[in-house]
């Protein structure tokens, strides 16, 4: 009946609020500094342990930027971190948050963006083991940050030729470039290079022996022009390969596609060879 449907959309109603309000009551009771921020970067909602880390009354902090939170030169990182379509899910880290009284204080964080485009922050102050664990892996994503950056494919390789870390450019390349699952699996991290480089071709022999040299200490630099060829069309890669300076050691292995110059480099010299027979 209309009367029973009513009833039980009352009872649903009041069990979401139900449900809010021991959400609610759940977030401000927490310990840890608790901060929404909306798709422009505005600071929507705090909890009352994050109005007592960063010094500020609810009023007065509702509506700030939330870049001005942290200290000016983390600021940058922050927008970008805002700007940057990341996929929801958590960006862990350590941020030094400015206070109201004009001090700063370091806090182990986590980040993590709704799909619609808004923020939440967990914020936790003075836990060295914490703050060690939150520099480490803002350490470890601004390495991959620099890796993904550059152009050229790299791969860092520790002592043994093990694969531990690449960077966007080799993964997108591996992609596009392996026809099986199984030639996939032998470019990523965990994979030894020296492995892959085949005995019986001169070219990944010759490459083979100078990571060799490269990882032994015998030499400081390793360089060489490998020709590849996937599907039918030539290409050129210029070769990389320089000591990892660790106390661990290891290598940092490069290539940079350099096809367009072979290219010309061949289409000069037939120029060259034309002239010479017409002289």
């Known amino acids: 009946s209309l009367v029973w449907e009513k009833l039980q959309q009352v009872n649903r109603e009041a069990a979401t609020l139900a ?33 007592h880390l960063v010094g500020f009354s609810r009023d007065d902090l509702l509506g700030q930027p939330a870049s001005d939170l942290v200290v000016p030169v983390e600021r940058a990182r922050l927008d970008t971190l805002f700007a ?7 960006e862990p880290g350590a ?30 102050a003075g836990d060295e083991r914490d703050l ?14 620099v890796l993904d950056s550059v152009m050229s494919q790299v791969a860092v390789v520790d002592r043994s030729g093990i694969i531990i870390a690449i960077n966007e450019a080799w993964a997108d390349f591996a992609r596009t470039r392996c026809d099986t699952d199984w030639q996939l699996a032998r470019t990523g991290v965990g994979v030894n290079f020296l492995d892959v480089c085949r005995p019986d071709d001169e070219d990944e022999s010759r490459v083979r022996a100078g990571v060799l040299d490269i990882l032994n200490g015998r030499i400081g630099q390793f360089h060489c022009d490998c020709p ?13 390969v320089t000591p990892l300076v660790t106390a661990d050691g290891g290598a940092v ?8 110059i072979k290219r010309a480099q061949a289409t000069e ?11």
């Open 84 to 90: 940057l379509r990341l996929p929801p899910g958590p």
């Open 132 to 145: 060690a664990e939150a520099l480490s892996r803002t350490a470890a994503n601004l390495n991959q940050a």
């Open 95 to 124: 941020w030094n948050l400015c206070r109201q009284d004009g001090r700063t204080v370091l806090t182990a964080a986590t980040l993590r963006r709704a799909p619609d485009g808004h923020w939440a922050a967990v914020f936790r």
């Open 19 to 51: 449900g809010d309000s021991h959400f609610r009551r759940l977030v401000e009771l927490a310990g840890d500094g608790i901060v929404a921020i909306d798709a422009a970067g505005r600071v929507a909602e705090a909890n009352p342990a994050f109005l």
């Open 253 to 260: 292995i490069s290539y940079l596609d350099i096809t367009d």
């Open 228 to 240: 590849c060829e996937f599907r039918g069309q030539a290409a050129w890669y210029a070769m990389n």
């Open 269 to 279: 010299h037939r120029a060259n060879v034309q002239l010479k027979t017409l002289a």
